[in-house]
């Protein structure tokens, strides 16, 4: 099955190069055949990995533990900075791409933190980080690597080392608590 959708993705995506990469984003194919995804792609995955990562940090600061909550203030600081470095770099005619709210899928992620039961949250979020922080770690390689956008192309390659601290601090948390 899973053989019989990736090659249908794959197929629809060589068909259609222009709507490709959105398609290939939205679905993880191009993450798994390691494509750079189209610049549009990337800010607003940026911008709602962003918009995401701080809001469940708030909600850890609230119901984590020590550890988590530490790490949930890194996560605020750090990707408070990337979003004021990414708006301040998106050219005129992208500013749109944007995103100023959380779609409907990242809203249920944070929705399932908040709803956790004190003893599931630790499972929940470290996971949840985890998770996050692979995909944004494929996002800025591919981007960095073969990205459309110059200065934007730079900023994933230099933005690149801090998330894959932050894989490596979620992986930690995640540990921690088994």
């Avoid at 900075?81 to 899928?105: N, Q, R, Y």
């Amino acid at each position: 099955m899973k053989t019989t959708i990736l090659a249908l993705a794959l197929a629809a995506a060589l068909a259609s190069p222009a709507l490709a990469q959105s398609v290939g984003e939205k679905t993880g194919i191009n993450s798994a055949l390691g494509i750079a995804p189209k610049t549009e792609d990337f800010i607003k995955e940026v911008a709602m990995s962003d918009m995401t990562e701080i809001e469940a940090a708030r909600i850890a600061q609230q119901k984590g533990n020590a550890d988590e909550k530490k790490f949930a203030e890194t996560m605020i600081t750090d990707h408070t900075k990337t979003s004021e470095e990414l708006k301040s770099m998106v050219p005129g005619e992208m500013k749109a791409a944007i995103p100023t709210s959380l779609d409907d899928a990242h809203q249920k992620k944070l929705a399932r933190l908040r709803d956790a039961k004190p003893e599931d949250f630790a499972s929940e979020y470290d996971s949840m980080q985890v998770s996050a922080h692979k995909d944004a770690v494929s996002l800025f390689e591919r981007y960095a690597k073969g990205g459309e956008n110059a200065k934007l192309k730079e900023w994933a390659g230099k933005t690149l080392p801090a998330l894959q601290h932050h894989l490596e601090m979620a992986q930690a948390l995640d540990k921690n608590r088994k």
